[in-house]
């Protein structure tokens, strides 16, 4: 099994990221029509699927990091 991130749509392919952090070009029309930017997405036997846990979890993540940046940037400023 894999894990991929969608970074971007050019075109008919989505371009992500994988767990090794390496950019790959996937086919838009193997992916779920209703998959978008940010996404994580798992690749096994073949089959692409939304893994909506993980998105959720990493968007939460990407989330508290701005919060915790805008917390320190406002503190360091005054």
Known sequence: ?????????EGDY??????????VSIERARMPAEAKEGDVLVI??????????ETIKRKEHIRRLMDDLWVTETTESH
Not at 1 to 9: E, K, S, T
Not at 14 to 23: F, G, L, S
Not at 45 to 52: F, N, R
Request: proline share 0%; with cysteine.
């Open 44 to 53: 096994h036997e073949g089959e692409i699927c939304l893994d909506i846990d």
């Open 1 to 9: 099994m894999r894990y991929i991130i969608i970074d971007r749509f």
């Open 14 to 23: 989505a371009v992500c990221e994988d767990e090794n952090k390496e950019i």
